[in-house]
């Protein structure tokens, strides 16, 4: 839980969407480590949150451990960590699709490609709440294209992202530079 990651720019994104006639009841969950320096960054969005009229609507969980972070996957509709820099990993939402979540991610670091091999979300432009609202809101209200992000991918993490292939394939690399001397 830290500026970098966005969540001021979902809870802007969140806001949005609840300024819509025509988005219905929703919520807003985060969850992830605290450190005590970001401590006062979520006391602000959740006094943001407040001021929208929509305190009741958001809720930190906390850091979690696996069996509740499988839990939270399985308790939300979709996933996004907006990321103001262009992440290099993107675990998180790795995990997300690895349960069957959709995510929209920024069009930067590792998520356009991330998407493009799984085909388990949809991009928006970076540091952008309005485009992120917009995104989110076209998958609300398309709900078998959501179901069929969200089952695409759970399939393409497994099969590109598993333990497995990923040690496959670094195995393969150093088989590369091996033949190479």
Avoid at 40 to 61: N, P, R, S, V
Wanted: hydrophobic share 35%.
């Amino acid at each position: 839980m830290a500026p970098e990651k966005g969540l001021h720019l979902l809870a802007e994104a969140y806001r949005i969407l609840r300024n819509r006639e025509d988005f219905g009841p929703a919520r807003l969950d985060a969850a992830g480590y605290l450190p005590s320096e970001n401590h006062l960054y979520l006391q602000q969005i959740e006094q943001e949150m407040k001021d929208a009229g929509l305190g009741e609507e958001f809720k930190y969980h906390g850091s979690l451990d696996r069996e509740h972070k499988l839990n939270f996957y399985q308790n939300i509709d979709l996933l996004s960590m907006p990321a103001t820099y262009p992440e290099p990993k993107g675990l998180p939402v790795l995990e997300a699709m690895a349960s069957g979540v959709p995510v929209v991610q920024p069009r930067w670091g590792s998520f356009p490609e991330i998407i493009d091999r799984t085909g388990g979300g949809v991009l928006c432009e970076p540091n952008d709440s309005q485009s992120l609202a917009d995104e989110i809101y076209a998958l609300w209200k398309n709900i078998e294209l959501t179901r069929d992000l969200g089952r695409k991918g759970s399939e393409k993490v497994r099969e590109h992202y598993s333990i497995t292939g990923m040690a496959s394939g670094v195995a393969e690399v150093y088989r590369t530079y091996a033949d190479v001397k």
